[in-house]
């Protein structure tokens, strides 16, 4: 009858002066290991706005919105959605662009609609001087073209984006005939399809 009380008096005393297993967090902040994953963070200078991320991201965290009219691309990450599994930064194109912080784990607040929940960075976007459909991120354009080194000049769209590194190129109005002079300037695939057609035949 009186073992099973002098057990928990031996695991009272126990507890009493050793080291809790517990941390102390939120009054003192919690360092985790560094092969932690924990939320995602962009790096402006790195990320190209491809949207490789968002095509990979399992748990649909990472959106994204063009706004034509702005000419703006927005990437965004919703914390509430993310469960930390590392495949954005895994398929990042340059590998930098975006990665996880082993020391950003915990966004608790009351409110759900707070700033801190998301994680967001704009891209300016290039669309085509034909139709006006987004072609991609000028950075992007950009990273392709230090990509391809001197081959970068075969193409009408990379060396105008090239030639806007030196001077400012005019821009067009949108048009609906496709002319031979389109040509050199920065259309979609879809147009640019249709300028080599009229051009040849």
Same mark, same amino acid.
């Given at each position: 009858m009186f073992l099973p009380k002098?057990?928990?008096? #031996?695991?009272?005393?126990? +507890?009493?002066?050793?080291?809790p297993y517990t941390t102390k967090f939120?009054?003192? #902040?919690?360092?985790?290991?560094? +092969?932690y994953r924990g939320f995602p963070k962009y790096f402006e200078e790195e990320c190209i706005?491809?949207?490789?991320?968002?095509?990979v991201c399992p748990a649909h965290a990472i959106t994204i919105e063009d706004e034509v009219d702005t000419q703006t691309r927005t990437l965004t990450v919703d914390y509430f959605y993310c469960f930390n599994c590392g495949q954005c930064e895994e398929k990042c194109t340059t590998e930098k662009g975006i990665q996880l912080q082993y020391d950003r784990y915990s966004y608790s607040s009351p409110e759900k609609d707070e700033e801190i929940h998301?994680?967001?960075?704009?891209k300016d976007l290039v669309l085509c001087e034909n139709c006006g459909a987004v072609i991609a991120c000028r950075d992007h354009l950009n990273f392709v073209r230090e990509q391809l080194g001197p081959k970068a000049y075969a193409h009408p769209n990379l060396l105008l984006e090239n030639?806007?590194?030196?001077?400012e190129t005019p821009k067009s109005e949108f048009k609906d005939r496709i002319r031979r002079e389109d040509y050199i300037k920065e259309v979609c695939p879809k147009c640019r399809h249709k300028v080599v057609v009229e051009d040849e035949f």
């Open positions: 002098l057990r928990e008096i #031996k695991e009272a005393l126990y +507890s009493f002066f050793t080291r939120p009054a003192v #902040k919690y360092t985790p290991d560094e +092969s706005g491809c949207g490789a991320c968002a095509e998301f994680e967001q960075l704009e030639q806007r590194r030196f001077t």
